[in-house]
């Protein structure tokens, strides 16, 4: 099953934002000192080990102590259950799962991705539906409507989604003055020229960690989104109404490679992961980051917190429309069918979710969550950041997902090692056309 990339995702989110973050409902409820609603625990005397795989390596962010504040308050209300975090960064934990995965030794909770990266996982029945814990509490109630469609299949829903984003450009406004720049780039050659204004000033233009492929890549799908002139190019080529060859996504690969020439990215960005990538620009030493809007807590929680301001990516040679994004349902968190104690994960899972928003606004993170908040960004101190991009959700008219949460996982690889290869060599477009077209064919 693929998704259609067309398909709107309930994003509304504005500065004063709505839902209970108590539980409600559920007879098998308690509540403890700290006021925090939890599933009882239906073995109080049974020594339970849960394994939770996670992508929260980075002391610094608010999702790590959103992670960390949430086990130990669980492990403090129930004595009998322990919390064993795997803890791993986004690429090491694709892979590590995909080992995991052949030997059916999937973790008791792991970390999916929405539509067609998860999709194989379902397959193969490595996880366990979760209806029945999105029953428990109102938990179901807690998403954006449509969200959890992304994670669905057949009627029944695999994973809960920490998140649902949309990709900003992140930039440095003392930077950008250094470099005597004075407004915000509109067009993608008023991107181009800012870049070597930057570069001339020995500024790195903007920050990536393209050692986790996935960065360049959805990088590259805002360009094509622009290109195209809209939503759906890869629906389209599943459904045989275009190729990898049409213009849009040569152009589109011309127009990427035009960054890279430009020196636009760190010099050895193939080697640079994620967090080493995003920690370039909150330490000063980028002008812009292209990233999802998850980003905003962290950033906020930087030294440069104060400098930083975002604007929407910019047209591509006159063609798109700025309020359409980059989606990202985000990664989710999915349950072993093999687990010993499929009970007690899903009735940890159903209090982590629960309060998963409320510390994520305490932690002042909320721009981006997949449920609803109850709470003003602006009377609880969030930042002009923040709320700046809160707004921006309110106005969305469409957008595609990313490559690899569209495409089948065999092409999904083709495509991000051939734009990773774009970091390292110019190569003729027509031929990256060819390379992908040839991988969709092989693996449809």
């Not at 970390?111 to 109102?138: C, E, H, T, W």
């Not at 490679?257 to 909150?282: E, R």
Request: hydrophobic share 40%; proline share 4%; net charge negative.
């Amino acid at each position: 099953m693929i998704l259609n990339s067309k398909k709107m995702i309930g994003v509304a989110l504005t500065g004063a934002l709505t839902l209970s973050l108590t539980a409600c409902g559920g007879t098998d409820t308690k509540t403890t000192d700290s006021g925090s609603a939890t599933t009882g625990d239906k073995s109080t005397d049974k020594k339970v080990t849960i394994s939770f795989q996670n992508i929260y390596p980075d002391p610094t962010t608010p999702s790590y102590k959103m992670l960390h504040s949430i086990v130990d308050q669980y492990q403090k209300d129930h004595p009998n259950v322990t919390i064993e975090l795997d803890t791993l960064n986004t690429d090491q934990q694709k892979m590590k799962l995909k080992t995991q995965a052949a030997s059916k030794e999937v973790p008791d909770i792991t970390i999916v991705n929405p539509a067609a990266q998860m999709k194989p996982f379902v397959d193969a029945k490595l996880l366990a539906p979760l209806n029945d814990m999105l029953d428990q509490n109102g938990l179901k109630d807690t998403y954006q409507k449509g969200l959890l469609d992304n994670y669905s299949f057949d009627g029944n829903t695999y994973a809960v989604p920490d998140g649902n984003n949309i990709e900003v450009v992140y930039y440095n406004k003392e930077l950008f003055q250094q470099a005597g720049i004075a407004k915000t780039p509109t067009t993608f050659d008023e991107l181009l020229q800012d870049v070597k204004a930057l570069k001339a000033k020995g500024i790195t233009p903007i920050a990536i960690g393209e050692k986790d492929s996935w960065t360049g890549s959805f990088l590259f799908m805002n360009i094509l989104l622009r290109t195209y002139g809209g939503p759906g190019f890869l629906k389209d080529v599943v459904d045989g109404k275009k190729t990898f060859n049409d213009p849009a996504f040569t152009l589109a690969v011309d127009r990427f490679q035009d960054l890279v020439q430009a020196g636009a990215f760190p010099d050895g960005a193939t080697s640079i992961d994620y967090n080493a990538g995003g920690n370039i620009f909150k330490t000063g030493k980028a002008a812009m980051y292209i990233m999802g809007t998850w980003e905003t807590g962290s950033i906020d929680a930087s030294s440069v917190a104060s400098k930083v301001a975002a604007f929407q990516f910019p047209t591509v040679d006159g063609k798109g429309d700025v309020n359409q994004y980059m989606l990202a349902p985000g990664s989710a968190f999915a349950v072993s069918a093999n687990s010993e104690h499929v009970q007690e994960t899903k009735d940890f899972l159903n209090y982590f979710a629960l309060n998963l928003p409320k510390k994520q606004f305490e932690y002042k993170n909320a721009v981006g969550l997949g449920q609803k908040i109850d709470g003003d960004l602006k009377a609880s101190g969030y930042s002009d950041l923040a709320i700046s991009v809160a707004g921006l959700f309110n106005n969305i008219s469409g957008g595609d997902l990313a490559f690899d949460n569209t495409m089948n996982p065999a092409t999904a690889q083709a495509h991000l090692g051939s734009i990773q290869n774009l970091f390292v060599q110019k190569v003729d477009a027509v031929q990256v056309a060819k390379e992908h077209q040839s991988a969709f064919e092989a693996n449809k």
